[in-house]
């Protein structure tokens, strides 16, 4: 049974993660968003959710297109996630996709 718990906590913060992902990115526009989940999958092969795991696809692609302005959109992911901030898992994502 907790084994249980647990993946169900783990699920529910990697959709708070990628929840937060998809609002940055879809209020700097439509297009920011197709074109982040276009090169995801173009250099990487994953998708949004993916970047729960892989934090640093998500950076390396923020950086590429955007440059110094990737900064940005970082931060405004953290300042969705700082509510939750405290919880491992999402402290570790914030961690990796910062630097």
């Known amino acids: 049974m907790?084994?249980?718990?647990?993946r169900s906590m783990n699920e529910a913060r990697k959709a708070?993660?990628?929840?937060?992902i998809e609002k940055t990115l879809l209020e700097v526009g439509k297009a920011t968003y197709d074109e982040v989940l276009g090169k995801l999958y173009e250099d990487y092969?994953?998708?949004l959710a993916d970047c729960y795991e892989k934090p640093e696809y998500l950076a390396h692609v923020l950086e590429e297109l955007?440059?110094?302005?990737?900064?940005?959109i970082i931060e405004s992911i953290k300042?969705?996630?700082a509510e939750t901030g405290a919880q491992e898992d999402i402290s570790q994502f914030i961690i990796k996709i910062s630097e």
Do not use: D, S
């Open 2 to 6: 907790t084994c249980l718990i647990e």
């Open 16 to 20: 708070l993660v990628v929840l937060a």
């Open 45 to 47: 092969g994953c998708y």
């Open 66 to 72: 955007y440059g110094p302005n990737h900064v940005i």
């Open 79 to 81: 300042k969705y996630l």
